[in-house]
């Protein structure tokens, strides 16, 4: 199969959200990702996986411009959110972040109270006119992000004070805050205990629908249990992309099937 095929085959109904066309990453002179065109649909959750070093952070990273940060990468191709072409030099770098957040492996809450964790991006954003907004923003996004009963009376404590799973939900709630319409997450649970993971796969099933979510993961049970868009990535390349049910249980790609039977990875 061809992965552009692929990538544009398992679109939904409603139209991508996010799409990416022949998009090539390099560091310096290795390539890291060589010509991968995919749609990312608005209302359900997309799972990469793929072996170690295929890259999955990488690409992932090229759909909200965090490459941007590393002096030696350099992304060639299109990409887009609502057809927006997201490299144009006239895209507001902050404002892209904030449409498409981030929540990364290893919970990375500021060393600032829990509030302030959650009111630092509304605040530079200018989404709340007074206290009494703010203070409802903090509510609802601590609320959706499954942490507000846990947390109500001690706002005031340091959101690094907390358990991992409690930081790791809190970066959710962070960037939940500014009213994305994209959230990607890396590896989100690979920090974390079972009990926690579950937490959080618990919380993704109830954030889909509102946000289009992407996840790196490593582990193929968490995406066949998170996701319904599965894609493959191998030596930088996209292989496969579709249903997770399909992925997972008729890939179409030799290298698919080696990798879930567990032959590699
Ligand atoms: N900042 C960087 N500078 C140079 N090379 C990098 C950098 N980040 C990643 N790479 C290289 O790019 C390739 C893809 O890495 P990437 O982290 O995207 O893969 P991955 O599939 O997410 O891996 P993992 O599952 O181990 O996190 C690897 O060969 C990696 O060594």
Same mark, same amino acid.
């Given at each position: ?28 002179? $290795? ?8 749609? *990312? ?22 759909? &909200? ?46 060393? $600032?109270?829990?509030?302030? &964790? ?12 007074? /206290? ?7 509510? &609802? ?10 947390? /109500? ?24 805050? *500014?009213?994305?319409? *994209? ?15 579950? /937490? #959080? ?13 992407? #996840? ?9 249990? *998170? ?27 030799? +290298?698919? $099937?080696?990798?879930?039977?567990? +032959?590699?990875?």
């Amino acid at each position: 199969m061809d992965a552009t095929t692929g990538g544009l085959a398992a679109a939904t109904a409603t139209g991508p959200k996010m799409t990416a066309r022949d998009v090539t990453v390099h560091y310096g002179p $290795k390539k890291a990702i060589d010509k991968v065109s995919i749609d *990312v649909p608005t209302d359900v959750v997309t799972a990469f996986i793929g072996p170690s070093g295929c890259g999955k952070s990488t690409f992932l990273r090229t759909l &909200n411009r965090m490459n941007d940060t590393v002096a030696s990468a350099r992304v060639e191709g299109d990409i887009t959110l609502d057809g927006e072409d997201i490299y144009a030099t006239s895209m507001d770098v902050v404002q892209l972040r904030a449409r498409v957040g981030m929540v990364f492996q290893k919970p990375n809450p500021f060393p $600032k109270s829990i509030y302030e &964790n959650i009111a630092y991006g509304p605040r530079i954003h200018g989404l709340a006119s007074g /206290k009494d907004e703010m203070d409802q923003i903090v509510e &609802n996004s601590l609320r959706r992000a499954g942490l507000w009963d846990e947390v /109500k009376d001690r706002l005031s404590d340091s959101g690094t004070a907390m358990s991992g799973g409690q930081q790791q939900r809190l970066c959710i709630a962070r960037a939940i805050a *500014v009213d994305p319409e *994209v959230i990607l997450m890396d590896e989100p649970c690979s920090a974390l205990d079972p009990i926690a993971t579950a /937490k #959080i796969e618990e919380l993704i099933h109830e954030l889909r629908g509102r946000y289009a979510i992407v #996840i790196v993961t490593h582990n193929m049970q968490q995406a066949a249990r *998170v996701s319904q868009r599965t894609a493959f990535f191998h030596l930088g390349q996209l292989v496969e992309y579709g249903e997770t049910s399909e992925i997972f249980t008729n890939p179409r790609q030799e +290298r698919t $099937k080696d990798y879930i039977t567990g +032959r590699y990875g």
